[in-house]
């Protein structure tokens, strides 16, 4: 099994910066790809970025250029740093990973942005 541990969250006001990081037990060079997921209250979980053990990165139309997704270089802890947050991105974040054919979650960390 594959633990993830998500930490960060907050409230913050808009135009502000979070980093939210999501610790693994094991590495995403033995996981393959990490990727970050938010999901608001009365919507669909929703893919913001993912991050492979080879280094390829994507994201969501919706965050592109206000946020990053990075590893440590460990590769245990993935991060997802949220520069001028909207409160659009209030949600709760989640990490996920996909690993012998499981679905790993991790227990979400809320975001909340808000003046």
């Known amino acids: 099994q594959v633990q993830l541990v998500e930490s960060g969250g907050g409230s913050v006001q808009p135009g502000e910066s979070l980093k939210l990081s999501c610790v693994a037990s094991e590495t995403i060079f033995s996981i393959n790809f990490m990727r970050w997921y938010r999901q608001a209250p009365g919507k669909q979980r929703e893919l913001v970025a993912s991050i492979t053990s080879g280094g390829i990165i994507n994201y969501s139309d919706s965050v592109k250029g206000r946020f990053t997704i990075s590893r440590d270089s460990a590769g245990n802890t993935v991060y997802l740093q949220m520069d001028s947050l909207k409160p659009e991105d209030t949600a709760v974040y989640y990490c996920?990973?996909?690993?012998?054919?499981?679905?790993?979650w991790g227990q979400g960390t809320q975001v909340t942005v808000s003046s």
């Open positions: 996920y990973t996909l690993r012998g054919g499981l679905d790993y």
